[in-house]
């Protein structure tokens, strides 16, 4: 029968989607279509009409097909597995970041029916070596990198692998690859000017550790806002830190109890500024009246502080699904030179910066 000859589709029985093991052969007696046609349809080819690909598929979620995997993935050669590097900044805990990011990446995937593998990392694992095993395992058709550093070892590594994969920040190499990014030289300017304009003259910056290409942006655009509003820039101003609660409360300690004559801070990781709140709770300064706070994340953790604190934010839900749609880009062996994408994070006024000791 012709993909486009008017079909015989039985009633979908209450009860039908789940109920045992649908195949291509239950999905085509059903629609009265041969098995080649309903297999061509699910592929979405182009020899099928639209039609009977939308009816292909209607039919398929009713009833709830799902494809073998394991067959699929003998004549393709592909796992539909990806593996996700997750840095753990505190073992034995996951944070925000992690769940939320896994959360995006799982659910493009399983659109297309890819599953994700998380490879945690801890601080005392070196992320190469993980990344090499599990391109000789050839366990995953790709991979998703985080936490990149401008001449990053296993950017390159992968480069010269050929597996696909896709880097959440960018390097500095001259090869091209996919990667997602914030726009974070923006978000360190604009935190500066917001912060100089609320009449803080010399305000602190608490940036990620100075190996990583994004701390690098931030305090870049951080340094570039000093210059253009005439500012002078003092480098004892910048703290470079690990993004937990507990190096922002020791910064906080630290500052608060030898004096400081900053006024503000822009602390670059809602989970250090979480713990930099506390610790000016403890040393009986208050956020607003007395010192500033802005902060920079992807979650919703700046609106349950009291007071809530002022962020510039993009989901890390959105950017594990960008993630996830640029690596199945690269697998289906699109020129890497298109497959790099920088957006824009918003900004939330719940005006903590806006108040200064005076």
């Given amino acids: 029968m012709s993909a486009s000859a008017q079909t015989r589709t039985k009633p979908i029985p209450v009860g039908a989607a789940g109920a045992g093991n649908v195949t291509l052969r239950t999905l085509a007696a059903h629609l009265g279509f041969s098995v080649t046609t309903v297999s061509r349809a699910l592929k ?155 009449g803080h003259d010399a305000p602190l910056i608490i940036a990620p550790p100075h190996d990583l290409t994004y701390s690098r942006l931030l305090v870049r655009g951080w340094r570039e806002a000093h210059a253009e509003r005439g500012r002078p820039f003092y480098e004892s101003n910048v703290i470079f830190s690990a993004v937990t609660p507990n190096s922002g409360l020791e910064i906080a300690r630290d500052i608060f109890t030898r004096g400081t004559f900053a006024t503000a801070a822009f602390i670059a990781s809602e989970e250090a500024a979480l713990g930099f709140v506390a610790g000016a709770i403890r040393g ?53 030179s298109v497959l790099g994408e920088i957006v824009e994070a918003c900004f939330v006024d719940n005006q903590s910066h806006l108040t200064r000791r005076r």
Avoid: W
């Fill in 284 to 336: 009986g300064v208050r956020i607003g009246p007395d010192f500033g706070i802005v902060t920079f994340g992807g979650s919703q953790l700046h609106q349950f502080v009291n007071p809530p604190l002022s962020a510039f934010k993009y989901s890390h839900f959105e950017t594990g699904k960008r993630l996830a749609h640029l690596l199945m880009r690269a697998i289906a062996g699109e020129d890497l």
């Fill in 44 to 198: 979405r080819g182009p020899e099928v009409h639209k039609d009977t690909i939308e009816q292909v598929e209607a039919a398929a979620l009713a009833l709830g097909y799902r494809p073998h995997l394991a067959g699929i993935n003998l004549r393709t050669g592909r796992t539909h597995a990806v593996g996700l590097f997750l840095p753990l900044e505190r073992p034995g805990e996951i944070n925000n970041l992690a769940s939320s990011l896994i959360e995006g990446v799982s659910a493009s995937l399983t659109a297309v029916d890819y599953r994700v593998t998380v490879v945690p990392v801890t601080q005392s694992e070196h992320s190469l070596d993980a990344v090499k095993e599990l391109v000789r395992a050839r366990s995953v058709d790709g991979v998703i990198l985080k936490n990149t550093k401008p001449q990053d070892e296993r950017v390159k590594f992968l480069l010269e692998s050929s597996l696909p994969f896709v880097a959440f920040g960018r390097t500095e190499l001259l090869s091209k690859h996919a990667f997602f990014d914030i726009d974070h030289q923006a978000v360190g300017a604009r935190a500066a000017k917001l912060l100089f304009d609320a």
